[in-house]
């Protein structure tokens, strides 16, 4: 069984703070590794990964992943209070047939960032 | 840009009614999910369809039900309501050939008193 676990389950800092966010996983077959920032409403993508020591960025954010260890940290730099939000990680398996493109969740992280 | 919409943002039912949860989406993916999202439990995935009235289990299926007669339209029935089925649903979806990205929808907040 596929399994994912994120840590730590929350985090509260302080604005201009930097944060790394960690996730381990054990999956058969494993074909892709995926970040998503969830606020108030539906989770919104942010990065695939799916090589090893290629490190994805965007803004502040950053992600990396570890195929080797199985792990993958998300950064996030000079936190703002708009950072808030659960963070999901989630693994995809390579496998035959219909059950391709399953995801596995962690529990995800919830971030708090106060002013 | 994707969209997912889903039926109702809040819906409050009786135990023992039968509950439609209808998801749509416009990008003519052939993969759609439906999850639920409980505090502490994370997203668990109740059933999935890879085409057209093709269906398969996800990891929490006992109670539900779904229905995919259209490509665009996946809906989760809740055959008889209960208490334990208080949770939010959130359906995404997904192109073949895409490595595992999925899109979500708003998500449906249903208490079921």
């Known amino acids: 069984e596929d399994k994912v676990v994120q840590s730590p389950l929350s985090l509260v800092v302080h604005e201009g703070d930097t944060v790394t966010l960690n996730c381990s996983y054990e999956v058969t077959n494993f074909r892709s590794l995926l970040w998503y920032k969830q606020e108030k409403k539906a989770p919104t993508f942010l990065f695939m990964l799916?090589?090893?020591?290629i490190e994805k960025k965007s803004g502040r954010l950053s992600s990396i992943l570890d195929k080797k260890e199985l792990f993958s940290i998300l950064n996030i730099t000079a936190t703002q209070t708009g950072d808030s939000a659960v963070y999901l990680c989630a693994v995809g398996p390579f496998n035959s047939g219909g059950s391709n493109y399953k995801l596995t969740f962690g529990k995800g992280t919830l971030l708090t960032v106060n002013p | 840009d994707v969209k997912v919409t889903q039926s109702s943002r809040y819906l409050v039912k009786r135990t023992g009614e039968k509950v439609f949860l209808e998801c749509v989406q416009d990008?003519?993916?052939?993969?759609m999910f439906w999850y639920r999202q409980d505090p502490g439990l994370g997203l668990r995935l109740i059933y999935f369809s890879y085409d057209v009235k093709m269906k398969e289990k996800g990891d929490i299926p006992e109670g539900y039900s779904v229905s995919r007669e259209k490509k665009e339209r996946f809906s989760l029935i809740l055959e008889s309501a209960s208490t334990n089925q208080t949770s939010m649903y959130l359906c995404?979806?997904?192109?073949?050939?895409?490595?595992?990205?999925?899109?979500f929808g708003p998500g449906t907040r249903l208490t079921v008193l």
């Open positions: 799916t090589s090893s020591g």
């Open positions: 995404a979806s997904t192109q073949t050939g895409a490595y595992n990205e999925q899109f």
């Open positions: 990008m003519d993916h052939e993969n």
